[in-house]
């Protein structure tokens, strides 16, 4: 089975096996560019130990080790897996991390976003505002091409700029939108503060929406329709919502795999239980992707039919970032879920769950809430208790610096 006699509709094993099948061929052309051969090489890997048996034994990706090389070698870290004259574009991320697509890198990612975008509701005819950034990353020159693919009208706003994004919409009659969640929420916010109801219906958002209520609230208050879609920069859309409303399909020509966190196997992810999404492309040459830990963390797969008529499993929504969930008592500690229930109660505010271990060797958790008590913090703390599945102490402090981690293990710190 190869990825050719797979669709989105394909029994989902078929899929898998044909994706297993191509991951296997992308790690051992990767394992002939000079830095996979030596990360592997250390590790004791070479392409010819790669098949799907031994997949579990190629090492990960991260942002780190592409960092890392980027430094020693620069610009690509000695990634590069083609002539330097086949570099189509090639995006500049911090770090610096440079980024090169071929031209079919670039098609294969734009292709990726269309079905995101297109399972998203935009379709042939709509006008769309393009709110992601234009330069040095590769967000809107994908998106844009997307969105070409589709067959809809491009209005290349970009970031920023809500009062112009407000004046434009309203004049050309744009009635979709490719946003993040907050910004769309804003320029929603913005022209309802001023009087007037944009032609805005349908909008993709990407990134994590902060409550899963968001988009309901927003098609009460504004008639628009809020899908949503993730993908990375490097492999490009990883899973999108369809109509039915009920989490994002995984995308059927990647291989996503689940570690959880602290762990270094892939996994069955479980319901209630964070694992980290791990990618690896299936196609792309400028610079090979293969098992590229993305630090977003999942909590739980629905395998379930879905009446889209799609067979890819589906997960509800990114709950947080590798690193910001921890383990207390045998429990995962996802201080996302403190949010849920702040969101819940109308009490949001900032905080930040703090581990310690005793001298006795006992983990306990501690919850810190910026501000004057709540009016019945025993039933705050009920409720978060209840959300976590384990007991804490609630504190109240004048305030939390900007930018305070959600999390502090203390237990680990020398
Ligand atoms: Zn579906």
């Keep these: 089975m190869s990825l050719d006699d797979i669709n989105e509709q394909s029994p989902w094993e078929q899929s898998r096996s044909a994706q297993m099948a191509a991951a296997v061929d992308a790690a051992r052309r990767a394992a002939t560019i000079p830095r996979y051969q030596k990360d592997w090489s250390a590790q004791g890997i070479s392409s010819r130990d790669v098949n799907p048996g031994t997949w579990d034994a190629v090492p990960f990706l991260t942002k780190d080790k592409l960092l890392e090389a ?8 000695d990634r590069l897996g083609v002539p330097r004259d086949q570099v189509a574009h090639a995006f500049a991320a911090p770090g610096p991390l440079y980024m090169p697509f071929t031209k079919h890198d670039m098609d294969r990612i734009a292709g990726s976003f269309a079905k995101a975008l297109a399972s998203c509701g935009l379709s042939r005819g709509d006008l769309v505002d393009q709110t992601t950034m234009y330069n040095w990353v590769i967000a809107a020159t994908v998106l844009d091409r997307a969105l070409e693919k589709i067959g809809c009208g491009i209005v290349p706003g970009g970031v920023g700029q809500s009062d112009r994004h407000i004046e434009v919409i ?38 994590e929406l902060h409550d899963p209520r968001t988009k309901s609230r927003i098609h009460a208050a504004h008639g628009v329709a809020v899908r949503e879609f993730y993908g990375t920069a490097d492999v490009g859309a990883v899973a999108w919502e369809c109509a039915a409303g009920n989490g994002m399909h995984l995308r059927d020509d990647l291989l ?32 090979p992707i293969i098992r590229l830990r993305t630090g977003d963390l999942i909590d739980g797969l629905s395998n379930g039919p879905c009446s889209c008529g799609r067979t890819a499993p589906r ?5 947080g970032r590798a690193g910001e969930i921890t383990k207390v008592k045998g429990m995962f500690v ?38 004057a008590p709540y009016p019945d913090p ?37």
């Excluded at 992810?269 to 299936?282: H, K």
């Design 334 to 371: 996802v201080p996302r879920l403190v949010v849920d229930v702040m969101q819940k109660e109308n009490l949001e505010r900032p905080f930040r769950l703090i581990v310690e271990r005793s001298d006795g060797g006992i983990d306990n958790l501690t919850l810190e809430v910026a501000g």
């Design 70 to 77: 980027a430094r020693e070698s620069p610009p690509y870290g």
């Design 170 to 207: 309203e004049h050309l009659g744009v009635n979709g939108i490719v946003a993040f969640p907050t910004f769309l929420e804003h320029l929603l916010a913005q022209a309802a503060t001023e009087g007037r109801r944009l032609p805005l219906r349908k909008a993709a958002v990407m990134g």
């Design 378 to 414: 025993v039933d705050f703390q009920a409720k978060v208790e209840a959300a976590l599945r384990i007991r804490l102490a609630l504190k109240f402090t004048p305030e939390l610096p900007e930018g305070t981690a959600r999390l502090v293990d203390r237990r680990f710190q020398a």
């Design 315 to 319: 997960f509800r929504r990114i709950v």
């Design 256 to 287: 996503v795999e689940f570690v959880p966190p602290g762990q270094s196997g892939a996994v069955q992810p479980e319901t209630g239980t964070p694992v980290e999404l791990v990618v690896t492309d299936l196609h792309r040459q400028a610079m």
